[in-house]
């Protein structure tokens, strides 16, 4: 285990249906992120939230709905998704720091196998 | 974040040592170098980081050349379990739009041959 706990670690799910990923971090951090890896590409930032307030939202589709509900804690709603949604997502988080973020390292997750029928 | 190069894919037998290049011209005088990897099925793994001068952890080590355009990532004895993708990534030391990128390239996928 990194520190950073997604559920569950596998879902299928129907086009038609609403399911929602978490991510638990207890490592201090106060920024978490969600990134997407598809097959054969790099990973692609969707989400940062700094201090609970999205900071980044990189023109992720309103299927994927984030939340933040405290700096330990992050979600990922779904809804409607496409057979092209299926992918890893992956959940990190890092120590926000006054002056930049540069010094810090990132805490990844083992991802959700999400895969979309 | 500046756009860094590395060789697609690499192998190392066993034991040896092993030096991942990543090659970075475009750095700015505040982009700290980042290396992570990622095993299969996993998510990526923090390596190592610096900004200038050559840093050791329990891991590998990171030599820094004196211009910055390019850093290698030592391994010192490769093991089975080091196989995986290897990434270089540079990071802004400062604040604002962007700032929370990480923004992950192709990596070099190296092979460990026993």
């Known amino acids: 285990e990194t520190g950073v706990t997604q559920t569950p670690r596998h879902l299928v799910m129907g086009m038609t249906n609403k399911k929602s990923l978490k991510c638990e971090q207890h490592?201090?951090?106060?920024?978490m992120y969600w990134y997407k890896q598809s097959a054969k590409k790099p990973l692609e930032l969707m989400f940062v939230y700094s201090l609970e307030e999205r900071v980044e939202n990189n023109s992720v589709p309103s299927r994927f709905s984030p939340e933040c509900p405290n700096s330990s804690h992050l979600f990922l709603h779904l809804h409607t998704l496409q057979p092209e949604d299926s992918a890893l997502y992956l959940c990190?988080?890092?120590?926000?720091?006054?002056?930049?973020?540069?010094?810090?390292?990132?805490?990844f997750g083992s991802g959700t196998r999400l895969t979309v029928v | 974040d500046a756009k860094t190069t590395q060789p697609n894919s690499m192998e190392s037998n066993e034991e040896e040592p092993v030096h991942l290049p990543c090659n970075h011209s475009t750095i700015s005088g505040t982009d700290y170098i980042h290396w992570y990897r990622q095993l299969p099925s996993q998510g990526p793994e923090y390596v190592i980081h610096g900004l200038t001068s050559n840093v050791n952890n329990r891991m590998a080590s990171l030599a820094i050349a004196e211009d910055r355009k390019s850093s290698t990532l030592i391994l010192h004895r490769a093991t089975l379990r080091d196989a995986a993708v290897y990434y270089c990534?540079?990071?802004?030391?400062?604040?604002?739009?962007?700032?929370?990128?990480?923004?992950f390239g192709k990596g070099t996928k190296l092979s460990v041959i026993p």
């Open positions: 990190a988080s890092s120590q926000a720091s006054w002056g930049g973020q540069g010094a810090n390292g990132y805490t």
């Open positions: 990534i540079l990071r802004a030391a400062y604040s604002g739009a962007g700032s929370y990128q990480l923004t």
């Open positions: 490592l201090g951090h106060n920024a």
